[in-house]
């Protein structure tokens, strides 16, 4: 597979290939259990994203033990046992270590036909740039930690899009005889855009006003919560961007690095509908362009 793909894949067989992926990251939430399924649909993602199906998952677990009890511990891997099982994956134990900080993550083994893998490297002008999922989880995460959400609902659109699967959204994508896709993590929107038009030769235009946002994200972004992942991402995408009128607090939403994201795919022209917003199109042009309009 190419370098930049979102997991390793062996083939095995003509017709079966294992994918191999691995995740894991200090907590984002205050819920031991949320942060458990959090994580759990973050390192399940990277399988979907290669057109994948998750079958066995091991946990990573970093740990104080003698400052954090092991029944918060617990509540983490109960909440990762419960996603994972969802996506009909089994939980084979896994490794732990004494760490100053808490970590938590899986090591997720997917499968797959070799002919049926998606690739970054097979987005085509013409194709449809669908994202499946709203963005904003870094900022928010950000706010969060901060003290500075007071709206439940707010958190609550948050964790609820983190905890859902890309399941479905793959599946759809197979369906519709997609080729090309990533999900869309710590790179932000723009830098996993970027990386799959670099490897495809191609282009892309942006529909800013298209692009699904979280509630709250734009307000915390204008009152400076920006992590300091989301400005780096803005740093390595800029020298690719043409965003014309639109001012840097929509570019550093577009380049929020998040947690757990959507898939973003490269539709086909003629397929039918998509799982989530059309939000751009791939061009002909320089490798890596992004227009936003």
């Known amino acids: 597979m190419e370098a930049a793909d979102d997991a390793a894949v062996y083939r095995l067989t003509p017709e079966l290939a294992v994918i191999q992926t691995v995740d894991f990251f200090t907590p984002i939430l205050d819920d031991p ?12 993602s990277d399988v979907y994203a290669m057109g994948g199906r998750p079958v066995l998952c091991l946990n990573l677990v970093g740990w104080p033990r003698g400052q954090l009890s092991l029944d918060i511990l617990a509540k983490v891997l109960a909440g ?3 996603v994972a099982s969802s996506a009909g994956a089994v939980v084979a134990g896994g490794h732990s270590i004494d760490d100053r900080e808490p970590k938590f993550g899986m090591s997720v083994m997917g499968v797959a036909h070799p ?16 994202l499946t999922k709203p963005i904003g989880t870094g900022i928010l995460s950000s706010a969060l930690k901060a003290g500075r959400i007071d709206d439940p609902y707010i958190t609550e ?9 890309n399941e479905s959204a793959a599946r759809a994508a197979h369906d519709a005889g997609c080729q090309a896709a990533t999900d869309v993590t710590g790179f932000g929107l723009l830098g996993h855009l970027r990386k799959m038009l670099e490897a495809s030769s191609c282009a892309a235009t942006l529909f800013v006003d298209r692009i699904p946002l979280l509630p709250g994200v734009r307000r915390f972004a204008e009152e400076g919560i920006v992590p300091g992942g989301t400005r780096r991402n803005v740093e390595w995408v800029e020298h690719s961007l043409h965003h014309g009128d639109f001012d840097d607090i929509t570019v550093a939403l ?5 947690t757990s994201g959507g898939l973003l795919l490269c539709w086909p022209d003629k397929a039918g509908e998509a799982p989530g917003p059309v939000i751009g199109t791939v061009t002909e042009g320089p490798a890596g362009r992004i227009s936003l309009v």
């Open 115 to 130: 002919d049926h893998l998606f690739r970054i490297s097979a987005a085509r002008p013409d194709d449809r740039l669908v």
């Open 254 to 258: 577009l380049a929020d690095a998040q």
């Open 33 to 44: 259990y949320d942060w458990g399924r959090v994580a759990a649909a973050n390192a399940l």
């Open 80 to 82: 990762a046992v419960s």
């Open 157 to 165: 659109r948050m964790v609820e899009s983190m905890v859902c699967l």
